[in-house]
């Protein structure tokens, strides 16, 4: 089975903060990783899909990297809409989602 | 623009059969894509519960897998899940969404989730 390790579980940034998020996966998946944005009683949004490419109507400050087994969700410049938690995905085969980060104040 | 609607009991008492339904607007399933159920325990991280592809091929989570089925009723345009022997562990928000898929090397899969529904919150209690 697949295992996906996400980190950090919590983040404390200030707005205009540079913010990196990690996945890991116990195996290859390629390029078969999403990332999402959930904000409290809502459902999560799609940000980045097959690692690096940016949903349409999302801010160009997000971004995804890597390939294989580790990830990043980068956020260039922290905007007070972005306090949120966020999960990555990986589809290679059966879905998977990562535990989680939130990122707050 | 497409839209997903869950609908159910709201309660249900343990051992019994969870049923959902997800009407799907601005969008024909038979036009396409994949279909799924996602849950997220009160306060806890979310849980792929598992997808069909309009054709009717269904993928589910090897952890549920032996409690869930998924259907897709064409007409309707909408999906269904049940999930057996239900317990406390199952009380959680139950998401709907439509999913791009893919195929490689001879397999497909249900992919990423790019519409979401509100979500709908199964309490399992007696």
């Known amino acids: 089975d697949i295992q996906m390790t996400q980190s950090p579980s919590t983040l404390s940034a200030s707005v205009g903060d540079r913010v990196t998020i990690t996945c890991r996966a116990s195996q290859s998946i390629s390029s078969w990783l999403a990332w999402y944005q959930q904000k409290p009683g809502k459902a999560p949004k799609l940000l980045i899909y097959?690692?690096?490419k940016l949903e349409r109507g999302v801010p160009s400050r997000f971004s995804g990297s890597g390939s294989g087994t580790e990830f990043t969700l980068t956020i260039s410049s922290l905007q007070p809409d972005d306090f949120a938690t966020y999960y990555c995905?990986?589809?290679?085969?059966?879905?998977?989602f990562g535990q989680g980060t939130k990122v707050e104040i | 623009q497409v839209q997903l609607q869950e609908s159910g009991p709201g309660l249900v008492r343990p051992s019994e059969t969870l049923s959902l339904t997800c009407a799907v607007s601005?969008?024909?399933?038979?036009?396409?894509?994949?279909w799924g159920w996602i849950r997220q325990p009160p306060g806890k991280g979310l849980e792929w519960i598992g997808a069909?592809?309009?054709?009717?091929?269904?993928y589910y989570n090897p952890y549920l897998r032996s409690r869930v089925t998924i259907l897709v009723d064409t007409s309707k345009n909408q999906i269904s899940l049940k999930l057996t022997s239900v317990t406390a562990a199952d009380t959680a928000v139950y998401y709907c969404?439509?999913?791009?898929?893919?195929?490689?090397?001879?397999?497909?899969?249900?992919?990423?989730?790019?519409?979401w529904g509100q979500g709908t919150l199964i309490t399992v209690s007696s």
């Open positions: 995905q990986q589809f290679d085969s059966y879905s998977l």
């Open positions: 601005g969008y024909s399933i038979n036009d396409g894509y994949y």
């Open positions: 069909i592809h309009y054709s009717g091929a269904t």
């Open positions: 969404a439509r999913s791009r898929g893919y195929c490689s090397d001879g397999s497909c899969y249900s992919g990423y989730f790019d519409f």
């Open positions: 097959e690692a690096s």
